[in-house]
């Protein structure tokens, strides 16, 4: 098939993209308005990519057009779209197009309100490291992974299960089009609050996706009450897992550094000694789960799993060390949802105890501007030692109930945060550029963060070189 994905740049677009140019398939792709480094990713993949919308991008002989869910797209008026639909061509999203591709194939889906990208590109890493060529689909870039899309040879598919969902006129969640044998279910908190207005019609998705697996599949969850509460659901088998102790698999003798080790222990009582690059407690949990996954199915061995989880660097964005010569480290997080900010932060706490954290904050996705989800600015921030946050973008304001930039501003400032508003890149490097070099900065957005991630480290190594900090 000739297949053009519109919207190519988004994380789960460009991975589908590969694993049908994989599969066979002749793909282009289109977008506009992207960022690195989805937007240098995508540049780089090696199939007809137009940097506009046009429906002069459409190969005459189109069989399918893949239409992404972002709002930025201009859906039906596209200009692609409507070129489509005046050729009579079919129009999908990717989950779909996902799904019906790897039915019949042994799915793995990694779902929850955070950690998936990384136990997703973790789970791949260690497979394809062990001699397992399994196929995959990562919303995010490792550098431990060749792409973030992966057709395989093996029977195994491991597929990051978004519970958002699959666009306007679709309102199933996108994980429930992969046709799951075994899941992994990382965690259950609220998020995506403007399209899950309520925890109940949140939980709902994960409830039906459970039902979804087979009798002779393997549910793997986090020990959490939520997830407890939902797990009858399932006709499978349950493994359980936490970072502490627990009657499934869980993480003992913990020491953080910049090389982490802990002992996996398994039910049965066994040890198994592990290393660690990456930051934070919370990478700790998303070992132990992909490493009981593993082991419980029999897909790897414990000498292979043990090198491969050392060798992992992670994926971007997720806690990556920018600066390479500054003695104040920047560093970049992901800061989708409060969870996931507020697990970024405790981790530059936990390894950098005697450092002022300061954070560079761009409340980018829909739940961070809606008005519901002000109390998430409450707490967030407990720990740092200063505050600079970016305007919130625009687009979707008109049909979400969204708080103002002056509204999130006065409710940090009013936690007894030192908090300050910056409207441009300049202003932001300005106010970073009189630190007394004992502090670390955290970049935190899933945003471009008025392109900070690209324009700070070259300014810090120039302000702050010298021996870089531990």
Known sequence: MRIHFTGVAGAGMSAAALMMREAGHQVTGSDEDVFPPMSTYVEGLGFPFYGRFGAANLPPDLDVLVLGASAKLGGEANPEVAAARARGVRIASFPELVGEATEGRLNT???????????????????????????????????????????????????????????????????LLYHPRDLLLTSLVHDHVNVFPTFPEYEAPFRALLRLIPADGLLVAREHPAIRAIARETASRIVWYDTGRCDGWWADEVVFGDTTRFTLMRPDGGRIAMTTSLLGAHNIENIVGVCAYLLERGLVGEADMQAAVASFAGIRRRLDRLTAGSAVPVIEGFGSSYEKARSAIEALLLHYPHRPLTVVFEPHTFSWRSADALAWYDTVFEGAARVLIVPPPTHGAASHHQ???????????????????????????????????????????????????DKLPPVFDRLYGGKAAA
Do not use: N
């Open 403 to 453: 708080s103002s930039f002056e509204d999130i501003l006065a409710r940090t400032a009013s936690t007894g945060v030192p908090v300050e508003g910056v409207r441009t890149a300049d202003d932001a490097i300005r106010a970073l550029s009189g630190l007394k070099g004992d502090e670390v900065v955290l970049l935190l957005s899933s945003g471009p963060l008025l392109g900070l991630p």
């Open 109 to 175: 889906v990694v779902a929850g309100s955070f950690g998936k990208s990384t136990c997703s590109a973790l789970m791949a890493h260690v497979l394809s490291q062990s001699g397992c060529d399994a196929g995959w689909m990562v919303g995010a870039i490792s550098p431990s992974l060749p792409d973030t899309g992966h057709w395989g040879t093996a029977p195994q598919v491991v597929l990051e299960g978004d519970e958002y969902i699959v666009g306007p006129k679709d309102h199933r969640s996108k994980f």
